[in-house]
């Protein structure tokens, strides 16, 4: 009977990691039957979002199928709420509960990508939240000020804003870092990686190391190729650039 357990159990752990396509059941409770859900993929130049899929909204659900080549970040759109609701599409079973009040509050979870999405900003706003709460706190004191040309309560307030705000983006970029080097399997870290690559104050080495560190998959998708284009264009002088220039004689007097 173990042995069957333990057969069993593997069959579906193996089922689980080798889904070929994605299935979105959407729940949308609170919008009305046959407004559409419209699902949005960047276009071919990465300028701008084209509808992909489009399902209408049955009794406070939806649901949206078919097969993704890699992982890559998509938008949710619903008919008659306004702003749109991003997630990583990829192949399996992706829960979504949309938030119809707020868009930007809904909840997206069952694959690992996406639940590594969830965390990650979670983690974020937990380093954010300090600078988010002196803004709460300090916006009424400054429009106070501004009105009353009151240089001196701006000037402190600016100050402070400036430093607490070198602090927050010092421990944002210490959190970006110490992911991507963490987690070699996510989508996150590929993309962690491909900023740090266009930034060209970040050494090219340390790129270099990072993205060897990423699982192959993640490697060959358009990110990862990406990476890997650019750490052969930074490692590669341009024509000339490493040519000395000529050293001319003195003139002779």
Known sequence: MKKLILLLSATVFLISCSKTKYTISGTATGIENGKTIILESQDAAGMGLIPIDTV???????????K????????????GVQGKFPFILENGDITIVINKDSINKSKVSGTYNNDEFVKFNEELMVIQKELMNFQKKNTPVMTQAQQTNDTATINKLMKEYSTLQEGVNAQSKKKYDTYAETHPKSFISVLIIQGMSNDPSIDIQKIEKMYAGLEESLKKTKPGKAIELKIKERKTPSVGASAAPPVQAPASK
Do not use: A, C, R
Request: proline share 4%; glycine share 8%; hydrophobic share 35%.
């Open 68 to 79: 993704s080549i890699e992982p890559s970040f998509h938008m949710l759109q619903v008919e």
């Open 56 to 66: 209408k909204v049955e009794n406070g659900k939806f649901e949206i199928t078919g």
